[in-house]
T-cell receptor, first 113, second 113 residues
Framework: QKEVEQNSGPLSVPEGAIASLNCTYSDRGSQSFFWYRQYSGKSPELIMSIYSNGDKEDGRFTAQLNKASQYVSLLIRDSQPSDSATYLCAVNILDFGNEKLTFGTGTRLTIIP | NAGVTQTPKFRILKIGQSMTLQCTQDMNHNYMYWYRQDPGMGLKLIYYSVGAGITDKGEVPNGYNVSRSTTEDFPLRLELAAPSQTSVYFC????????????FGPGTRLTVT
C-alpha cells in the first residue's frame, strides 16, 4: 500500500508567525507532490506543486521537497486568519502506467488572531 | 469557463435506493476522477478515467459504477445505497501533460439512512 502520512493536528499558530506542515510518503518512485487547501465544507484547492528537490516559493507559501528522505513540507509565512483550513498533501503515484494521486488525511491549521 | 461542476449538491437516500451523481468539466481534460471523503479523512479514489470509453477502479470501487461516454461527463452510479456510502463525493479532472494537478468540483454531500 503506497501511503502518504500527515500529522492530523490541530496545529495552532499565532497570526503573523510561520506555520509548518509536514508530510511523508512511502513510494520512492513518486515524482510530483502537491499541497491542497480545503476550507470546511468546500472542495480542495491546489495551492502548491513541487517536482524537484529543494524549495519552491509562491508568495507567502514555500514548498520543500527532499526525495531522499521522502519528505515534503509547506511553510506559510506571516500566517493570516484566512489561512485557517485543512491542508492536504498529495503524491502522484504511477499505477500500471496510470497516474493517480494518493492523499494524506490532512492537517487542520488554526491561525489565532 | 465553469471548470468542474457537480450535481446535486446534497442528497438523502434511503437504504437500497439508487442514484447517479453527475460530473461535467469544460476544460477538455482527458483524466477524470471520483473521490469520497469521510469526516476527518483524506480523499479515497473510487474510480477514474483516462479518456472517453476508458475507466478503471480506484481504491474503494465496491458499490459504485461509472461510465465515460464523452470527454466532458463522468457520472458515478450508486446501486443499492448503504449507510457506509454516506460521504462527500468529489469529482476532479486534469489534462494530459499536466503532472496531475487536479481541479475539483464543489462536491456532493450524500446521506444514506
Amino acid at each position: 500500500q503506497k501511503e502518504v502520512e500527515q500529522n492530523s493536528g490541530p496545529l495552532s499558530v499565532p497570526e503573523g508567525a510561520i506555520a509548518s506542515l509536514n508530510c511523508t510518503y512511502s513510494d520512492r518512485g513518486s515524482q510530483s507532490f502537491f499541497w491542497y487547501r480545503q476550507y470546511s465544507g468546500k472542495s480542495p484547492e491546489l495551492i502548491m506543486s513541487i517536482y524537484s528537490n529543494g524549495d519552491k516559493e509562491d508568495g507567502r507559501f514555500t514548498a520543500q521537497l527532499n526525495k531522499a528522505s521522502q519528505y515534503v513540507s509547506l511553510l506559510i509565512r506571516d500566517s493570516q486568519p484566512s489561512d485557517s483550513a485543512t491542508y492536504l498533501c498529495a503524491v502522484n503515484i504511477l499505477d500500471f502506467g496510470n497516474e493517480k494521486l494518493t492523499f494524506g488525511t490532512g492537517t487542520r491549521l488554526t491561525i489565532i488572531p | 469557463n465553469a471548470g468542474v461542476t457537480q450535481t446535486p449538491k446534497f442528497r438523502i437516500l434511503k437504504i437500497g435506493q439508487s442514484m447517479t451523481l453527475q460530473c461535467t468539466q469544460d476544460m477538455n481534460h482527458n483524466y477524470m476522477y471520483w473521490y469520497r471523503q469521510d469526516p476527518g479523512m483524506g480523499l479515497k479514489l473510487i474510480y477514474y478515467s483516462v479518456g472517453a470509453g476508458i475507466t478503471d477502479k480506484g481504491e474503494v470501487p465496491n458499490g459504485y459504477n461509472v461510465s465515460r461516454s464523452t470527454t466532458e461527463d463522468f457520472p458515478l452510479r450508486l446501486e443499492l445505497a448503504a449507510p457506509s456510502q454516506t460521504s462527500v463525493y468529489f469529482c476532479a479532472s486534469t489534462a494530459i501533460g499536466d503532472p496531475n494537478e487536479q481541479y475539483f468540483g464543489p462536491g456532493t454531500r450524500l446521506t444514506v439512512t
